[in-house]
């Protein structure tokens, strides 16, 4: 059963898919620079500091396939301005907190809302355009914004630090997400399929409590090491929920939530690993970069955020250039062609040494691989949802950013390991601290790239143009 109630402008659509999605990504990283500014005015201890951002994280990943799902089968618009609602009031708490647990709770709270509006903002977008070149630019436009979102973060939470206060940093959601409540209550359409089927609930305790506990481990390998306990426990016990939640899909649940037959379309599953490989690679670029601008080139967090400013730019154009192209090509071409140019700019990365300066060592580079990633994402997300069945649009959606979640996670904890190991050796050989710093940069960009060849190649598991034509007929 679909319903829609009203046909909004395509713009508008657009516009709120874009602001949703800035926002939820934006989220994740803008609150690094306030850190120093919170711990002194809450108290908060060193631990404490950490699960601001972890809190977030966790939310986030743990609950993005419930939400998916729950837009399917409860509504796109719902879902959308429940999550909206959700957000906007933690960011409120957030930013009037007094007590440091009570800023934490704002920030788990948030997670819940960008996990319910993350995948909705993609499945309102699929919804809406038929397969064309309507779908094809609003998709290209949402995945500039959500790549800008990350990169932004920096330089948003610099400049409201340092002109207000940190708790802007929280409190400018609230205005943005009462207008976009107030817009999608007015103009946005309603849709939903699957009426009459119901929530899966023991899937959607295990899958959710499966993917919190690994995200938990992988954020405290960061500190504690991939041996260590903190790390190794959770980790084994979200692998263990995971599979338990496999088997209740396969074999109990009338109503799956992830109905694995899903995976049998290559559009999905191709989709999924390639986007588990880029972001692997993709969200470790940003923290090695503004690390060796600070730590290399005595950068401080605010430049940084700005020298990294030519970066979002070359994701912007790139992305608003695919819809032409697909139109030509396909999707697959592109993803290839994106996931092989940012594979070029981190082998040049990894060139870099504690002397490259901005232009050489950063710039240059940086445009080229980021450039790769704007062209490959936008096709990505269209490949992923192309020929699914609305019924399945809120489903795929949740996947595929669940997948850049945890791709990020996971390249994020075994690249910074894998540097820091690399420096370690350096520094007790004898080399100077700052040149071993960017040795172990340098290791982290050269696994990317190879990461990224890897993405290339796993393009080939997606449709063509003509199988995936064939495949919807």
Not at 105 to 124: C, D, F, M, N, Y
Not at 252 to 275: E, K, Y
Request: one cysteine or more; glycine letters at 12%; proline letters at 5%.
């Amino acid at each position: 059963v679909r319903r829609r109630t009203t046909t909004p402008p395509t713009w508008l659509v657009v516009a709120l898919a874009c602001a949703g999605q800035f926002l939820v990504v934006l989220d994740v990283s803008v609150v690094n620079v306030a850190l120093p500014s919170m711990r002194t005015d809450l108290g908060l201890s060193a631990p404490g500091l950490q699960w601001v951002v972890n809190a977030y994280a966790i939310a986030f990943a743990g609950f993005m396939l419930l939400g998916g799902r729950a837009g399917d089968l409860y509504g796109r618009k719902r879902m959308f301005l429940l999550g909206l609602g959700l957000f906007t009031l933690a960011s409120l708490g957030g930013g009037m907190a007094q007590e440091g647990w009570q800023l934490l709770l704002a920030r788990a709270v948030q997670g819940l809302g960008a996990a319910v509006i993350s995948p909705a903002t993609l499945t309102i977008l699929t919804t809406s355009f038929a397969e064309g070149p309507y779908r094809t630019k609003a998709i290209s436009t949402w995945g500039a914004i959500g790549a800008v979102g990350g990169a932004a973060g920096g330089i948003i939470g610099g400049l409201l630090t340092e002109a207000l206060s940190w708790r802007w940093i929280l409190l400018i959601n609230v205005p943005i997400g009462i207008v976009a409540i107030g817009i999608a209550l007015r103009h946005l359409a309603e849709s939903r399929d699957g009426a009459e089927r119901r929530l899966d609930v023991a899937g959607a305790v295990t899958v959710t409590l499966g993917l919190m506990a690994l995200e938990y481990g992988l954020i405290h390998t960061h500190d504690a090491g991939w041996g260590a306990p903190q790390a190794l426990v959770p980790m084994a016990a979200g692998a263990l929920l995971l599979a338990v939640f496999v088997v209740v899909q396969a074999r109990f649940a009338s109503d799956p939530l992830v109905p694995l037959r899903a995976f049998r379309a290559r559009s999905v599953s191709g989709t999924t690993v390639v986007q588990l490989l880029i972001g692997s690679a993709g969200f470790a670029m940003w923290y090695f970069l503004s690390l060796y601008l600070q730590q290399a080139l005595h950068y401080s967090p605010l430049q940084a955020g700005f020298a990294l400013l030519p970066h979002c730019l070359a994701i912007v154009v790139a992305s608003k250039t695919t819809p032409r192209l697909v139109a030509r090509t396909g999707p697959r071409p592109l993803i290839a062609l994106g996931a092989l140019m940012a594979a070029a700019g981190f082998l040049w990365q990894a060139q870099i040494t504690a002397d490259s300066g901005y232009v050489t060592g950063v710039l240059l580079p940086g445009l080229l691989l980021t450039g790769g990633m704007g062209l490959g994402f936008p096709p990505l997300a269209m490949a992923a949802t192309s020929g699914v069945p609305s019924s399945e649009q809120g489903l795929v959606s949740g996947l595929l950013n669940c997948a850049r979640q945890f791709g990020g996670s996971l390249g994020l904890a075994g690249l910074v390991t894998l540097a820091a190991a690399h420096t370690l050796t350096l520094t007790t050989a004898g080399t100077p601290e700052v040149e071993a710093l960017a040795a172990g940069y340098a290791r982290a960009f050269l696994v990317s790239a190879v990461l990224m060849v890897a993405a290339t190649i796993a393009t080939l598991a997606i449709p063509g143009r003509r199988a995936a034509r064939d495949a919807g007929r």
